[in-house]
């Protein structure tokens, strides 16, 4: 199950999942999107479409129930579904702004969880991976509710990691540096010429390289690293 799967990482992530033999569930609120993705991505393998706004726990649960009902068990979840905001100082952003951000990027990854962790649990088996970002790590400026949103998701990851140690139930996070999508299309130039900026490597990362991080850490070789926090900033973190 992947949220956000309709364009960017979330795409790139089903196509490569596909790949390796899962069978999907994209949710996305852009319907028009997640269609043609979902129409391409047949030619792949098995994939459902469920058009779903992460920030209503309603539609989450509605469509986990869904998912299960059409896949038998939901073995994978990635938490991908996530905006930036506007590109603004802290004193001037607007407080509904500020709400939407971390209802989206952090409430809607929390209410996820909890429609689809008790399934996990209740087969003993799971692999959750979060989209975090670079920014939950350094603090963006001009971008303050989402850097602190995206830290809000690295703590999550970490505690219910903390929470289902006992079972083999995996939870870990990816904090990515700049990687050119539609997410941009949101951001000003400046702040994506600064982000670009701060990468030692000198490029954007490629969508096919978050992919190929995430296929392993939700496979079942992955067995041992839990509640972490995997870099994929081109050496921005070294931590
Ligand atoms: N691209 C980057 O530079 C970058 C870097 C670090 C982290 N990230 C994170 O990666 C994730 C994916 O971003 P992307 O670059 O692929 O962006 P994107 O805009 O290409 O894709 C995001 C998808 O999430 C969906 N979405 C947004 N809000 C939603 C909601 N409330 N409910 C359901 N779906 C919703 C959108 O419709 C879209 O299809 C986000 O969480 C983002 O914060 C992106």
Known sequence: MITGGAQGFGRAIAERFLQSGARL????RDG?????????????????????????ADQ?????????????GIDILVANAGIAGPTLPTWEYPPDEWRRVIDIDLTG????????????RAQRYGRVLMIASIAGKEGNPN???YSAAKAGVIALTKSLGKELAGDDIAVNCITPGPARTRIFDQITQAHIDYMLSKVPRGRFLKVEELASLAAWLVSAENSFSTGAVFDLSGGRATY
Do not use: I, Q, S, Y
């Open 25 to 28: 569930a994209l949710w996305d």
């Open 60 to 72: 989450v649960e509605t469509a986990a129930a869904d998912t299960l009902g059409r896949l038998g």
């Open 109 to 120: 990854a929390f209410l996820c969880c909890r429609a689809v962790v008790p399934h996990m």
């Open 32 to 56: 028009d999107v997640l269609r043609a993705a979902g129409e391409a991505l047949k030619a792949l393998g098995e994939v459902h479409t469920a058009f779903v706004d992460v920030v209503n």
């Open 143 to 145: 971008a303050a509710a």
